[in-house]
């Protein structure tokens, strides 16, 4: 048996103590995602109560029930990133959300 062990859909992150330019992570992690599909995601800074080796956040994945997948994200369309490479690259594309459109794909 391993001796190290993770809990699916979730992680902690740490500091990238390596980044050495603005390109790179600003925290490192991996994760064992349980399925493919929409997860929500949850953030929070971790208290770490005097541990040196805690993570600084905490990562939490929950996968989306088909209704909320209809609800929230029947409207957007899944890249690969050499597709979001060309798509993003074209003269006068814009990656730019306004706040109505931020807010509406939040669930509460």
């Known amino acids: ?3 190290k062990s993770v809990v699916e859909n979730q992680t902690g992150v740490w500091t990238n103590d390596n ?4 390109w790179m992570d600003d925290f490192k992690g991996k994760i064992y995602v349980e399925k493919p599909g929409w997860h929500w995601v949850g953030i929070k800074e971790n ?5 040196a080796n805690a993570p600084d956040m905490k990562v939490n994945l929950r996968a989306l ?3 909320s997948v209809d609800k929230y994200c029947a409207d957007i369309q899944v890249l690969t990133k050499e597709q979001a490479k060309e798509m ?6 814009e990656r730019v959300r306004n706040d109505k459109e931020i807010d509406s794909d939040i669930p509460f």
């Open 1 to 3: 048996m391993a001796d």
């Open 19 to 22: 980044k050495r330019e603005e």
């Open 47 to 51: 208290a770490k109560n005097g541990n």
């Open 65 to 67: 029930d088909r209704d």
């Open 88 to 93: 993003w690259s074209k003269p006068g594309s």
